[in-house]
């Protein structure tokens, strides 16, 4: 693999999937587990295997269909976990067994009432084990966020001489700062003996609103997976999202780093995933919001009429939305209604503009917006008609 080659872990089916509500049943998650092939993700995290029943079923069928990414079975690190893990993946073309345990103070001491090094040999115990079944093991030492860099590097040394291919270094209360996420992958890439032959994976939740600029520092500082999910769904406030991180690496060229990712398939697959949970994306998220791409403000139509480029940072076709969008409000400046009103096939003159645009605010000052059907209403009453050749 190129060393400037970032993966895409995607977790939309297990971590995104534990969202209150948000129950995919085994033949959705078949359908989304493919759109996620299609799309370029390098891993597809199918599930928990021995949470449910359900959910074991679905990682085997899951198993079963996906051609080209890795699939992946999430346990806890104990054997029981392990061996429904192997089972649910013996379908798989390329299998990998995600396992591992807490690693911070508050986890070691409230949640397992344990010390460090009893926390090692479990580690070690749960890789090497795991190692038994297939050769694709990944390590996450949850908590990492919170763990001293210098107990989480003496693991990661530990777990990689059991056999260990990939590190997991999860932010999971999303507590860190970027610079301070991105520092301990630094340190963990220059203390780590047999660093140089794993790869360092950065799982970042969304409490403080910072998993995205988390996983780009952890990846700027070394780490070549990122661990996310369509729309930023996950736990309490979601996790990295992956349309975010991938487009970040395709419009900033000069990190040289690059993903996979089929990038005209991102509205499409955010689409899929919406209708599937149930889960809306706001309005403004980034990428695939309904207003990612949508200018209302009369300086701003303006700007992107005579050049996109004027306030877009990013093609929407690039994502596979069909174009940008002039909203008509009150905001709005000459130049956005006679652009939408050639739209809808009206090329006014600069006489029938100036006298349409003071009633058009009176109209739109009544309404949150004017649409097509209430444009055409105003051409009407104005006695504007149509051009004759359709524009």
Do not use: W
């Not at 993700?41 to 949470?51: H, L, T």
């Not at 390329?94 to 010390?115: A, E, L, Q, V």
Request: proline share 3%; with cysteine; hydrophobic share 35%.
């Amino acid at each position: 693999m190129s060393k400037n080659r970032v993966l895409i872990f995607d977790t939309t089916l297990r971590d995104g999937e534990q969202v209150p509500g948000c129950k995919l049943n085994t033949n959705q998650k078949i359908i989304i587990a493919k759109q996620l092939d299609k799309l370029g993700v390098d891993v597809i995290e199918a599930g928990f295997p021995i949470s449910s029943p359900g959910d074991f079923i679905s990682v085997v069928e899951i198993s079963k269909v996906v051609k080209n990414a890795i699939v992946c079975g999430l346990t806890r690190a104990n054997k029981k976990d392990i061996d429904v893990a192997v089972e649910s993946l013996k379908y798989a073309k390329s299998p990998r067994i995600h396992t591992g345990i807490g690693t911070s103070d508050s986890h070691i001491k409230y949640k397992f009432n344990s010390t460090q090094a009893k926390i090692i040999e479990r580690a070690k115990e749960a890789v090497a084990y795991a190692k038994k079944y297939v050769e694709d093991v990944e390590f996450y030492a949850e908590d990492a966020g919170r763990t001293s860099n210098e107990f989480l590097a003496k693991v990661c040394e530990q777990v990689i001489k059991s056999g260990a291919t990939v590190l997991n270094i999860p932010d999971t209360t999303g507590y860190c700062l970027p610079n301070e996420y991105g520092a301990k992958i630094k340190y963990l890439k220059e203390n780590v003996k047999g660093i140089e032959n794993v790869i360092l994976s950065c799982h970042c939740h969304n409490d403080l609103g910072l998993a995205t600029a988390n996983a780009i520092a952890g990846v700027q500082n070394g780490a070549r997976q990122i661990e996310c999910t369509i729309n930023g769904i996950g736990e309490r406030a979601g996790n990295t999202s992956l349309e975010e991180v991938v487009m970040i690496l395709k419009q900033h060229p000069y990190l040289n780093l690059d993903t996979r990712i089929n990038t005209k398939l991102l509205y499409s697959t955010s689409q899929l995933v919406q209708q599937s949970m149930g889960m809306v994306v706001q309005p403004n998220k980034a990428i695939v919001g309904e207003n990612a791409f949508a200018h209302s403000s009369g300086i701003h139509q303006d700007g992107v009429i005579k050049n996109r480029e004027t306030y877009e940072i990013i093609n929407p076709a690039d994502v596979g939305v069909t174009e940008s969008s002039i909203v008509l409000t009150a905001r709005s400046g000459r130049a956005a209604l006679a652009y939408r009103a050639k739209n809808i096939g009206y090329n006014l003159t600069k006489i029938e503009l100036d006298d349409l645009y003071p009633q058009f605010l009176k109209f739109a000052d009544r309404h949150k917006e004017v649409n097509d059907v209430d444009l055409n209403h105003l051409m009407e009453l104005n006695h504007i008609n149509k051009s004759k050749i359709a524009v």
